[in-house]
């Protein structure tokens, strides 16, 4: 293989990987998040909420790429992940320059990221996955969950939104320059050549049924709670903060109002060896 970009034919089990996540990857591209940019539908405040909150799971990519470095017994891999890594600490300094021209500071993105202010617990399950899978999973795994579904499954959303996510310059607050549009106009580009480089990967190390249905399982997982956080993250800042601390307190009162008490029985369970159970007066 001259190049990194040189493809391989691919066997069969990945025509059936690619039939598998499909679906989870449409319901993530098709989504009320995805949609609501594209039709320019969600509040400024929605948009930026997603940003803070998904800061942290986007500093720590190049992170989970390194912890799947260690794993690599091939230079052809090594290479993808040492230029995928470079990339994504890169992409990192674009979100940040996207929240800025939406209103955020650095400094605030950086308490999320820096844990001094909490993500919401949809967000922090898709960072903790990622670390699990690279940390824990196999190589074919590992990359398999990250680069090729999450970059694949952005890249897609990126080219899907870009023209919905421009058009919010002309919302009051908001400053789109080509900074703003960085991110987006990136992963527009580079996630589009680098899930098919990811695929290389796993091809080399899914050598076995058995580590072909695991990476199955892992792209779909890693789809599956991308979907879940983007969506908490932006329905979270839907309304303002006194107003969903107000209806927070509501349901939490209401779910006590209905609690009922739970009657305890009225005989006590002794051995379970045939012995008869008593009554308890």
């Known amino acids: 293989m001259g190049s990194m970009y040189d493809l391989s034919p691919h066997p069969q089990w990945v025509d059936a990987l690619h039939r598998f996540v499909q679906p989870y990857r449409d319901t993530l591209l098709n989504g009320e998040f995805a949609e609501g940019v ?16 998904m800061y942290p799971f986007v500093h720590a990519f190049p992170k989970f790429l390194a912890e799947a470095l260690i794993k690599v017994e091939d230079d052809y891999s ?4 040492i230029d995928n890594i470079r990339v994504e600490k890169a992409h990192a300094e674009h ?20 844990g001094r202010k909490p993500v919401l617990r949809d967000v922090q399950s898709l960072t903790d996955w990622m670390w ?4 824990k999973g196999s190589l074919a795994e590992a990359v398999a969950a990250t680069s090729f579904a999450v970059e694949g499954a952005t890249g897609d959303l ?21 900074r703003t ?6 992963h527009a580009r580079f996630d589009d050549e ?4 990811a695929l290389e990967v796993v091809k080399r190390y899914a050598t076995s049924d058995r580590i072909q249905a695991r990476v199955m399982q892992a792209a779909k997982r890693s789809l599956q709670l991308m979907d879940l956080a983007f969506d908490t993250a932006f329905r979270a800042y839907s309304i303002g903060d006194t107003l969903r601390q107000l209806v927070t307190e509501q349901r939490i009162g209401e779910r006590r109002w209905h609690r009922v008490a739970l009657e305890f029985p009225e005989r006590r369970f002794g051995d379970r060896r ?5 009554s308890v007066a």
Do not use: C
């Open 38 to 53: 594209v039709r320019s539908v969600l509040t400024v405040e929605e948009l930026k909420g997603w940003m803070v909150q």
């Open 194 to 197: 680098h899930p098919k480089v």
């Open 95 to 114: 979100w940040i320059w996207m929240g800025q021209g939406f209103g955020l500071s650095e400094r605030e993105m950086l308490d999320f990221a820096q």
């Open 181 to 186: 549009a960085r991110w987006m106009r990136a």
């Open 274 to 278: 045939g012995r008869r159970l008593r």
């Open 132 to 135: 699990y899978i690279n940390t």
């Open 78 to 81: 090594r290479s993808f992940l």
């Open 158 to 178: 990126a080219r899907k939104a870009l023209a919905g996510f421009e058009s919010y310059g002309s919302r009051p607050g908001v400053d789109m320059n080509a």
